[in-house]
């Protein structure tokens, strides 16, 4: 009878679980397509519409960074994060969102219907990778058909410099083989090409190092190494993840690793973040949402508030 | 200092050869396979050491052809109960990982529970990611992850002294691997101890007939991405090897 009673528990939280935010069968098998399905179908995109190079009037510029915005019903935090961006004449020309767009099942529409201001009509693009709940309940397909390729990269050129962006999928919590050759040959032959900054994003964080991410989880420790190696020996010099909602700057081997805050509405911490390029690197975390006081969090001297 | 060397050695030559467990060292081939490093074969050491009844150390060492260099030491008082033991693990663990020139080293400090059918740990461990080309003026050549949960959990076929045994469980944590601890690892065992007794023993205080040498088989299976809720395969792990009882 206790045994009964047990399974019986089990089995309901389960139920509860799925549908709804968890996709809890994922734990098992992921339902969409793996990392290197994901990659070779990111790769097809690219392969037809090449990678794109965004000129900046400026050798310093500041790009605004979005990221867990888990949309369910509600965009509150996302346009804001819109109107922001585009009412800022001095941002670049692009933006970043680091993935987890909605939370669980479909809500696409109404998260691409808030973002998608920023590609009509003003000439600015937003640049997408692929979280772990975009992916949730088979949904890879969706995503794609919105923002079509989560492996990818493309050059920032300004008067004097040019700055590398890449693009790494790791929604599932892995690069896989193919993205992770494809990413060495990458940086052995980019490397050699002069860039001033070559900055690499994705969704998972590499390391884990508070109680913010306790609930989060990495890559295996064999990928971390690898990562961590290959970024250090070609020369990136910034790597940005979310997937925590909890920001944290932390180098390693040369390589500064920022994790990002969430955007999420309802969230008691939301922020996004301003990232300024120049010789250095800037951040400001803006605040977003019901916040005791307005504050701006600098993390660079000099930099100023805006 | 020289005397207290002296002593401690002394302490320990007596309390091995009053021992009444038997030693074990187990040499094991591997072969393993993770969508990073891919194919890869090694070798791993292990031994236990009881120095006492209430006490025993446990060594191991790994090389292999991804060219990572593992050691681990634990120190583990143990306890008898009316119904299984109660065990305390304290671990050092380095792992060189030449390839990526990285070094890990974890330390860790458990409580265990071991039953004649199941084995149950928790404890904890902090994981420090260094850089082998470390500059001593640089704030970066190194990365702490203060916290992780250790976990394993063990359950055997057959009674934990049977001279064979199957097994199955999960952790995230081997001898030579530390995993944080959203990545399990999935293990499934088995060893037979040959049937040939006392062929050689070290000591005349050892209880009972001993079968000296035994057969082990594990595989080790590691996903990715299951806290992710988007888990998929990363990698496998499989060892053979034939251990030493004396």
């Known amino acids: 009878m206790k045994k009964l009673y047990i399974f019986s528990l089990i089995a309901l939280t389960l139920a509860a679980c799925t549908p709804g935010n968890l996709d809890i069968l994922g734990m098992f098998y992921t339902r969409s397509e793996g990392a290197d399905q994901r990659f070779e179908q990111s790769m097809q995109y690219n392969d037809q519409h090449g990678y794109c190079t965004i000129t900046v009037p400026q050798d310093e510029y500041h790009v605004y960074i979005a990221s867990d915005t888990h949309v369910d019903f509600t965009t509150l935090n996302l346009d804001t994060f819109v109107t922001d961006y585009l009412a800022d004449a001095t941002a670049a020309p692009f933006c970043l969102h680091l993935g987890d767009f909605i939370n669980s099942v479909g809500h696409y529409d109404t998260c691409y219907a808030h973002l998608s201001r920023i590609w009509n009509g003003t000439g600015d693009t937003c640049f997408c990778t692929v979280g772990n709940h975009d992916i949730y309940y088979d949904q890879w397909q969706v995503w794609r058909s919105f923002f079509q390729t989560s492996s990818y990269w493309f050059v920032v050129q300004t008067p004097a410099h040019k700055d590398l962006y890449i693009c790494i999928d790791t929604g599932d919590g892995t690069m896989g083989s193919k993205q992770r050759k494809w990413l060495e040959a990458l940086l052995s032959e980019q490397s050699q090409l002069g860039y001033r900054h070559i900055i690499a994003f994705t969704h998972t964080h590499i390391f884990k190092m508070d109680a913010s991410q306790g609930h989060t989880s990495n890559m295996a420790l064999e990928e971390t190494y690898e990562l961590c190696d290959l970024f250090s020996r070609y020369g990136v010099d910034l790597v940005l993840q979310g997937h925590s909602h909890a920001r944290n700057i932390s180098p390693f081997k040369d390589v500064q690793y920022v994790r990002v805050d969430a955007l999420e509405d309802h969230y008691y911490n939301a922020f996004y973040t301003i990232m300024h390029v120049g010789k250095e690197y800037g951040w400001t975390f803006v605040p977003v949402g019901p916040q005791d006081e307005d504050k701006f969090e600098v993390y660079a001297p000099g930099v100023p508030h805006l | ?246």
């Open chain 2, 1 to 246: 200092m020289k005397k207290l060397l002296y002593i401690f050695a002394g302490l320990l030559v007596t309390a091995a050869v009053s021992a009444k467990k038997p030693y074990s060292i187990t040499l094991l081939g591997e072969y393993g396979y993770n969508t990073t490093w891919e194919h890869f074969g090694g070798g791993e050491l292990r031994a236990n050491l009881p120095i006492n009844d209430n006490f025993e150390l446990d060594v191991a060492g790994e090389g292999h052809t991804a060219r990572v260099y593992t050691f681990s030491a634990t120190a583990r008082p143990v306890f008898q109960l009316p119904v299984g033991e109660l065990f305390l693990d304290g671990t050092l663990f380095y792992s060189h990982v030449q390839r990526n020139r990285i070094a890990d080293f974890v330390m860790a400090a458990s409580i265990g529970y071991r039953m004649d059918y199941v084995s149950v740990q928790v404890g904890t461990f902090c994981q420090i990611f260094g850089d082998l080309d470390y500059n001593y003026h640089a704030l970066d050549s190194y990365n702490v992850d203060p916290f992780n949960v250790l976990y394993r959990l063990q359950v055997n076929v057959r009674p934990q002294t049977s001279p064979w045994n199957l097994y199955f469980g999960g952790t995230d944590y081997t001898e030579l691997e530390y995993e944080r601890h959203w990545q399990p690892i999935f293990f499934l065992g088995a060893h037979y101890d040959l049937p040939f007794y006392n062929v050689f023993s070290r000591s005349d205080n050892l209880k009972g007939n001993i079968r000296n040498f035994r057969i082990l088989a594990e595989v080790y299976c590691k996903p990715t991405g299951m806290f992710h809720l988007d888990a998929s395969f990363y990698g496998i792990k499989a060892k053979l090897g034939l251990g030493i009882r004396f």
